[in-house]
């Protein structure tokens, strides 16, 4: 799914509402009802609810929303109206007086800090003061009003955008001006914001809603941004061939482990061979090999010439791609080696683990780097390499920037992995959940792309779908041992319900 900064999001309204054509009042309509459809599902008839709406087109959806809620029965409704100056937009002032004319919703002004309500706890309150096309932080009354929901004890529901939050950079946006949201219901997209830590207590839990914006525009305007769903992965899932054998699906090496941290070794190689590899080969030193062979029974295993260390770069001609880091070490003999295997003709990489503290110990190694590895860094990892960022708009604009400088592919996890190419385009990933937050996961996460790499696919594709399937996996899991309970070795023993699960979304779509 292609994202858009805000203000291209305007753009493919007014196309819309041009090209379609519709009424941008309609459009607005369409949205409305969207959302309360949603509100329908998840919120109880008998419940109170209280809308407070602005002068803009955020407070029009607000006003439809409400005239809507009052058509299918919910019959304890108020609207508050934050009256800032007597202009409101035309599709606001429309669905305002459709509202009034249906005659069953209270209506209340407010001007003044005087104005705010009494509330109760057991009051849903829908937020529609300010949308999307808000383009710097609120203060004044729309801030006071919004620190007085914020701390009302309610429950509130955000429409489009929390109120006060900016679709991009949120930097230096004060947290007193920006709605706290249970919910959010975002149109067509979500927006950029809402994929940054920082940003989690304003956004709350988000959902789509679709408003049938043209697909004409959509499909030809330019993005460097992403959001990766099923469809977007199905589509690039190899089909198995009836005649095919393990050497069709590639042979893997993968140089792993060290003294005390052979369980990242064994993540990684089981994760390689259930995600698909025909053969895997792992680089272990000596000593691990009475650890990991007979629990890994799968892999070919390599010895390094140490009993605890990687010190001994194999030859990679053989094999069709190479992981290295979970559990290495940063020895500096181990460095040496890395620096060895940089220098080795090109294969298919991704470096992860104690390979990135290296690059972040021994900075001239990334100008080794092959071009189009992939590296996956978590955000204190990724810091080290790249310098620290304050915000994660920030780290992600430092993401793109070093993918295009290094030429490297960049897997930065999290709750909405982003994965940034060489080009300056960027995917955000749909799939994982915080129980994914344990030792082990990123050991497990290497072994699938390292996987998919000998299987023939391409690195962007690679790094992609890797970390899909790594956090559907990783969903599946969790739906069985709850989140808590959740630890890397049930994400392995998932891989293949997930690639199954997206195998029978290509063959239902």
Not at 199 to 227: F, S
Not at 262 to 276: K, N, T, W
Not at 378 to 405: C, M, V, W, Y
Request: with cysteine; aromatic share 8%.
């Amino acid at each position: 799914m292609k994202l858009f900064e805000t203000n291209q999001v305007r753009e493919i309204d007014e196309y819309t509402i041009r090209n379609e054509p519709i009424a941008s009042a309609d459009l607005m309509e369409r949205a409305a009802m969207g959302c309360v459809n949603w509100i329908e599902k998840n919120i109880a008839r008998g419940t109170s609810v209280a809308l407070f709406v602005g002068p803009g087109n955020n407070g029009g959806d607000g006003w439809a929303i409400a005239r809507l809620l009052a058509e299918r029965d919910y019959s304890s409704i108020q609207v508050f109206h934050l009256q800032i100056s007597h202009i409101i937009s035309p599709d606001s002032e429309i669905n305002r007086n459709r509202l009034i004319i249906q005659a069953k919703v209270p209506v209340y002004e407010i001007r003044s800090i005087a104005d705010f309500p009494q509330t109760d706890q057991n009051i849903v309150i829908i937020d529609a003061l300010f949308g999307s096309g808000l383009s710097r932080p609120l203060d004044g009354l729309p801030a006071a009003l919004v620190n007085f929901i914020n701390h009302s004890g309610c429950r509130v529901l955000s429409i489009d955008i929390p109120s006060g939050l900016l679709g991009e950079d949120n930097s230096g946006n004060p947290e007193q001006g920006i709605i706290r949201a249970s919910v959010t219901l975002t149109f067509q997209f979500p927006k950029r914001s809402f994929f940054y830590a920082e940003n989690e207590k304003y956004v709350g839990r988000w959902h789509i809603i679709p408003i049938g914006l043209h697909p004409e525009i959509m499909a030809g305007k330019q993005t460097d941004l992403y959001y990766t769903a099923f469809e977007d992965i199905s589509d690039k899932l190899i089909k198995r061939k009836r005649f095919s054998h393990k050497g069709t699906y590639g042979h893997a090496l993968l140089i792993a482990g060290s003294y005390g941290m052979m369980g990242a070794a064994i993540l990684a190689a089981r994760a390689c061979i259930r995600s698909g590899v025909g053969l895997l080969t792992t680089h272990i030193p000596r000593e691990g090999y009475s650890i990991i062979q007979g629990v890994v029974p799968e892999s070919i295993f390599s010895i390094d010439n140490s009993n605890l260390l990687f010190t001994t770069c194999p030859s990679t001609d053989k094999f069709s791609a190479v992981g290295v880091g979970p559990g290495i070490g940063v020895d500096p003999k181990t460095e040496l080696s890395l620096e060895s295997l940089f220098n080795f003709p090109f294969k298919p990489m991704v470096i992860d683990a104690d390979a990135l503290n290296l690059l972040a110990l021994y900075p001239h190694l990334l100008n080794l780097l092959p071009e189009q590895s992939i590296i996956t860094p978590h955000p204190g990892e990724f810091d080290r390499l790249a310098g620290k960022s304050d915000t994660g708009f920030k780290r992600n604009q430092l993401q793109i920037e070093f993918s295009k400088k290094f030429k490297v592919i960049i897997v930065l996890k999290g709750a909405c992995t982003s994965i940034s190419l060489p080009d300056g385009s960027c995917y955000f990933n749909s799939t994982g959940n915080p129980g994914m937050a344990t030792a082990g996961c990123g050991d497990v996460l290497t072994g699938i792309i390292l996987s998919l790499l000998a299987q023939g696919y391409s690195n962007n594709d690679a790094a992609i779908m890797g970390t899909f399937i790594h956090g559907l996996a990783g969903d599946l899991a969790a739906d069985k041992t709850g989140q808590h309970a959740l630890i890397a070795s049930d994400i392995i023993d998932f891989i293949g319900t997930a690639i199954k699960k997206i195998e029978n979304y290509e063959t239902s779509a």
